[in-house]
């Protein structure tokens, strides 16, 4: 049988891995079966766009989290855990690192598989631009256990704040009241992370205070940072886009502070370029990303200079017709556009859908067909207050701004889009009926 190997359980690769899964665990029309095997570091899938919900506590990942061994049960493909450290395409094998217990214990040893036809799909990670003191004293929100971090110190600063609020001022550890939040939180970068990430905060306080986890005000004692180098949050959108962002995020009281770039990151503090200093009881950096390392070690395979694969329009790498590559980082040429295929969550999905058909060309040596990137807008979640974006092309014939309640909406129907290509629609409607139920007896935020 031919062997199709995704290394990056991501949401192009899960995707593409269960339905190649379906389709060839029995024979086909044509009387064809593959083996496709799903590679990835991590035990469980979480849809990244969800992270900052994460890192704020409004969202417990346990409970949308996805087994990919489960997956792969359900749906005809085989999953191996590991990270890709080596590929030799003569031979057209790849190796797989040692897995490790929490204990540092050893779990697999080095392993290599075989393949036919390799799709990498290994998505980017956080990048610090070489910013002193960002990867020591900055928290990113690329994994699970990332943004869990970052919401158990929230919580513990809280708590801290609270008691320090509460001590009598002679005695030296109390303060007084001052025009100064007792508590303030940096985002670095205005993309979409930060500003989603920034909302979810504001909410975070609010509910803490409610559940009597701290009494501070949520709005006056947490003070809430977005720190942007260019001269407008959200700088990949519409102008428009970003406008109305800023004026909501105004409103939940975020301090913006754009035409800033980050100079240093120290504890408790932040230093600009125009030698401002920020004061930062936690900082998240949210500035970037890049391609992982591995990408540029994979037996001469070429990369451009953000590290990512250079692909032709059939997601081919340029130099090997049998190593395909898609989302984050993947290079992928956007006829018409001066820059390539944006690394959207939507651009994984519709080269996952492309690739399905391609593979299956590639299968009865018929042409590959070429991807073509539809832009369909984008939406930002302001979390429980709001939502804004855009909407394009196919879905409304031009171009929308959209907001509140509606954008809010469509927000969330992406990932239930997600789940759909998972599970099926049928499924789909069953897990957001569960979903809710489980919202029922459950707080906002997660309190532990």
């Known amino acids: ?69 489960a997956q792969a049960r359900w749906h005809g493909f085989e999953f191996q855990q590991g990270e890709l450290t080596g590929l030799d395409r003569a031979n057209r094998r790849l190796t797989l690192g040692t897995v490790l217990d929490d204990d540092g214990a050893e779990l697999l040893p080095e392993r290599q598989l075989e393949y036919d036809t390799l799709i990498i799909a290994i998505g980017s990670t956080t990048a610090f631009f070489g910013v002193k003191g960002a990867p020591e004293f900055s928290l990113a929100l690329d994994t699970v256990s990332q943004a869990e971090r970052f919401r158990k110190r929230l919580i513990a600063a809280c708590m801290r704040a609270e008691h320090q609020a509460h001590e009598p001022v002679e005695s030296g550890v109390g303060t007084s009241p001052s025009s100064e939040p007792r508590i303030q939180v940096a985002i670095v970068g205005g993309g979409a992370t930060g500003v989603e990430l920034s909302a979810e905060l504001r909410n975070t306080a609010q509910v803490l205070s409610a559940y009597g986890l701290h009494k501070l005000d949520p709005r006056h004692d947490v003070g809430i940072v977005l720190i942007e180098a260019g001269p407008r949050i959200l700088p990949a959108l519409q102008e428009r886009v970003s406008t109305a962002t800023a004026e909501l995020l105004t409103k939940l009281g975020v301090k913006l502070m754009t035409s800033e770039t980050v100079a240093e990151v120290a504890p408790g503090i932040i230093r600009t370029a125009s ?160 979903h809710w139920l489980r919202r029922t007896t459950l707080p906002r935020v997660k309190l532990h």
Not at 9 to 16: C, K, P, T, V, Y
Not at 34 to 49: E, F, G
Not at 51 to 58: D, Q, Y
Not at 327 to 356: I, Y
């Open 1 to 69: 049988m031919h062997r199709f190997i995704v290394v990056g359980g991501g949401a192009g690769g899960l995707e593409l891995a269960t339905r190649l899964g379906d389709r060839y665990r029995h024979k086909n029309k044509a009387g064809t079966r593959a083996q496709v095997t799903l590679v990835d570091r991590n035990p469980t899938h979480i849809w990244k766009p969800l992270l900052h919900e994460v890192a704020a506590g409004s969202m417990d990942p346990f409970t949308q989290e996805l087994e990919y061994a």
């Open 275 to 434: 030698g401002k200093t920020v004061r930062a009881d936690l900082t998240v950096w949210a500035a970037g990303i890049k391609a992982p390392a591995i990408l540029s070690q994979l037996d001469g395979l070429p990369v451009n200079r953000l590290g990512q694969l250079n692909v032709r329009r059939t997601l081919q790498t340029e130099i090997d017709d049998n190593v395909f590559a898609l989302g984050d980082c993947a290079a992928c040429p956007w006829p018409g556009n001066e820059k390539n295929v944006p690394p959207r969550a939507q651009a994984a999905h519709q080269q996952a859908s492309f690739l399905l058909k391609a593979l299956a060309a590639r299968l009865e040596n018929r042409p590959l067909p070429e991807f073509t990137y539809r832009d369909f807008g984008s939406l930002v979640s302001l979390g429980h207050f709001s939502a804004v974006g855009n909407l394009m092309g196919g879905v409304i014939g031009g171009n929308m701004l959209i907001e509140g309640l509606f954008a809010r909406f469509m927000y969330m129907s992406l990932y239930r889009l997600h789940i759909a290509a998972l599970h099926g629609y049928a499924r789909m409607v069953l897990d957001t009926f569960a």
